[in-house]
């Protein structure tokens, strides 16, 4: 991690490009396409000089679209969009197009092509507003010829702004899609401390899973059904991440210093995925879990948590799933090939919350893939033979379920399903916890411990157990009550 030690500000991507040039294999990597990143407080208001630093035009001349969602964001007093709009108004002619309604806005089709035809003809285009927003502008601006980009960060609930890809919505699934590098990316440090807590707590809990996905994208690479993984990303993360439960201290009352800390670690995240050229480096498990939420609330018309929030507890699923696999392999658990009908069982799992089958095809159709990659791999399940040789080439990418629960009770961040949406029951927990391997074509524990036989109902007791052991230690170290 020397390369990445030496820069203190993570704004200044000239460094970063140079540590990346420097690091292994950088011919391996997508090379950075964020032009400018700006974290500070009144960023939002530099938006127009950035705008004409990329059209290159006399102010008045240049069409922006600017690209929004109906939830008011306030800078204090003022209306931040409405603030923005004017701003931009004064040197370009702008077309405002406001997405969704309250609390209810999706990267889905409706989305996606109401953005579309708003960027098309313009000479920029300026998002304001959440992860959602800016992932709607990315595929927008890149399905009109990349149009050039600036995304004004109003909270530090997601890593989405900074990197160059989108998740959207697809017949009831959640897939990841490659969009755009943004241009610029204005994160307003006022906005984002005065931001609902339950939106920089969620990022808290998005922020974790780099703690977590590394690992699974490790063992896809053991495995052989992924030959993305590459060190440099996981590096640069776990450098700027440092140890978030002492840097988070405070962040549930919306104190400044760790909100800032947190916009600056999501921007590397963000950077982290875009130049690996594979999510999997920050999602695995818990990306698993909080997406078959998801899903379950859009096809039961639920509303949909937030993502961050949901992936912090699942983060500690994970962790405590890798206990347990290394648990049964040191304990001489046979292993027991599972033979079962596993598309019976994709089909079984998701008619849990789609009974027309649309989402079962869907991620049928993902899981085949992924079992077919399984498959021409070779006996996978050699790895448990020797599990110490299999923790040690872990190293520091080994998942500590107490380490990210202690962290989420110092910040006030959710830390058990209890603290996420009141329609998630334990039944459907357990439900998105033992089915998330069927979601998509992504290898994680928990297609080892199936393959192994080990995922039977009692091992993911097992492992709801373990986390809930390691959270209840975590709020007695933290003083925290359930």
Not at 167 to 192: E, F, M, Q
Not at 310 to 330: K, N, P, T, Y
Not at 379 to 406: F, N, Q, W
Request: aromatic letters at 4%.
């Amino acid at each position: 991690m020397g390369a990445f030690s030496a820069i203190s500000d993570p704004t200044d991507l000239d460094a970063v490009r140079a540590a990346i040039s420097d690091a292994e294999r950088p011919e391996a990597l997508v090379a950075l396409g964020l032009h400018t990143l700006v974290i500070e407080a009144g960023a939002a208001a530099r938006a127009p000089e950035h705008v004409k630093e990329l059209v290159g035009a006399e102010p008045g001349r240049a069409r922006v679209a600017l690209i929004v969602d109906r939830t008011e964001i306030r800078s204090g007093d003022i209306d931040l969009k409405v603030d923005v709009h004017a701003r931009l108004a004064h040197d370009f002619d702008v077309v405002e197009t406001v997405l969704g309604e309250p609390g209810h806005l999706h990267v889905d089709d409706e989305a996606l092509d109401a953005a579309t035809a708003a960027v098309r003809g313009v000479d920029a285009v300026v998002s304001v507003g959440s992860g959602t927003i800016s992932d709607i502008a990315k595929v927008a601006s890149a399905r009109a010829g990349d149009v050039p980009l600036v995304i004004v960060q109003t909270a530090a609930s997601v890593d989405g702004f900074t990197d160059n890809v989108s998740v959207v919505l697809r017949a009831g699934a959640k897939r990841t899609i490659d969009s755009r590098w943004p241009d610029v990316v204005l994160a307003d440090t006022t906005v984002i401390a005065t931001a609902p807590t339950v939106l920089n707590a969620s990022g808290f809990g998005e922020l974790q899973s780099l703690f977590t996905a590394p690992a699974d994208w490790w063992l896809a690479s053991r495995v052989g059904t992924d030959a993305t993984f590459h060190t440099t990303p996981r590096d640069l993360l776990l450098e700027f991440a440092g140890d978030p439960s002492e840097w988070g201290v405070g962040l549930g009352r919306g104190e400044a210093r760790p909100v800032e800390q947190l916009t600056r670690v999501l921007a590397i995240r963000g950077i982290g995925t875009g130049i690996s050229g594979s999510t999997a480096c920050l999602s695995g498990v818990e990306h698993l879990v909080s997406h078959m939420l998801d899903m379950y609330a859009v096809a039961r018309g639920h509303e949909v948590g937030l993502h961050g929030a949901q992936v912090g507890v699942a983060s500690v699923i994970a962790a405590s799933a890798w206990d347990h696999l290394f648990a049964q392999a040191r304990s001489g658990r046979a292993i027991e090939p599972s033979h079962g009908d596993d598309e019976a069982r994709v089909r079984d799992a998701f008619a849990a919350c789609d009974p027309s089958g649309a989402l079962g095809d869907e991620c049928g159709r993902d899981y085949s893939a992924k079992r077919r990659a399984w498959e021409a791999s070779g006996d996978p399940l050699e790895l448990l033979a020797d599990p110490d040789t299999l923790e040690a080439g872990l190293g520091a990418m080994r998942p500590d379920g107490g380490r990210i629960a202690r962290a989420l009770a110092v910040a006030g961040a959710p830390l058990t399903r209890d603290d996420l949406g009141s329609w998630i029951t334990a039944d459907i927990w357990r439900w998105a916890v033992a089915n998330c391997l069927f979601m998509r074509n992504r290898v994680t524990v928990i297609d080892l411990l199936h393959a192994a036989g080990w995922w039977t109902d009692a091992d993911v007791d097992a492992v709801l157990d373990r986390a809930d052991a390691a959270v209840s230690a975590a709020r007695a170290a933290a003083g925290v009550t359930a």
